[in-house]
């Protein structure tokens, strides 16, 4: 059974600041990687995909990168802004249709 | 920009009642679902649901869950004689047009189950 898990569980950096949010999944045999952020009490909001065939993924200040054959992922932020402050899924589809989810790692960035 | 939409945001029910959540998922998807999320919990998969028919299902989903595609545009969940532990924030989403493309999240309907 696939497990997904996120370190670390919450995280406080100063505004401007690059960080690295991390994701390891216990079976590497996936399709792809996605990953999301929550506000709190709202939904999910689509970052990143990246697919099992590639390496990285870039997005504005966000770059994720996945190692499939060790299981992890890390979300990369440049120059964090208060606005990132959130909560980041990362979460993996293997066989079939669901996306299994790891609890997510709760960023503040202090002004 | 195109994007899932549920209702209510809010549902309060009494316990063994039924509820039904809707959600009218991104136009030209194919390929819908249900996740929940109990109160301090990860997100986790309930039922997904292609060509009118249920794709996958996890053990959460039981007797007691249904879903439904009534329509060109909406996309329910049902849920027949509610318990306590019912009680959670439900998301839909969808993907384009194979389950390896991004899904694409609701903002949530928060059930409340008294």
Known sequence: KQEVTQIPAALSVPEGENLVLNCSFTDSAIYNL?????????????LLLI??????????????????????????????QPGDSATYLCAVKASGSRLTFGEGTQLTVNP | EPEVTQTPSHQVTQMGQEVILRCVPISNH??????????????????????????????????????????????????????????????????????TDTQYFGPGTRLTVL
């Open chain 1, 51 to 80: 697919q099992s065939s590639q390496r990285e993924q870039t997005s504005g200040r966000l770059n994720a990168s996945l190692d499939k054959s060790s299981g992890r992922s890390t979300l990369y932020i440049a120059a964090s």
């Open chain 2, 30 to 99: 194919l390929y819908f679902y249900w996740y929940r999320q109990i109160l301090g919990q990860k997100v986790e998969f309930l039922v997904s649901f292609y060509n009118n028919e249920i794709s996958e299902k996890s053990e959460i989903f039981d007797d007691q869950f249904s879903v439904e595609r009534p329509d060109g545009s909406n996309f329910t969940l049902k849920i027949r004689s509610t318990k306590l532990e019912d009680s959670a924030m439900y998301f839909c989403a969808s993907s384009e047009l194979s389950y």
């Open chain 1, 34 to 46: 996605q990953w999301f952020r929550q506000d709190p009490g709202k939904g999910l909001t689509s």
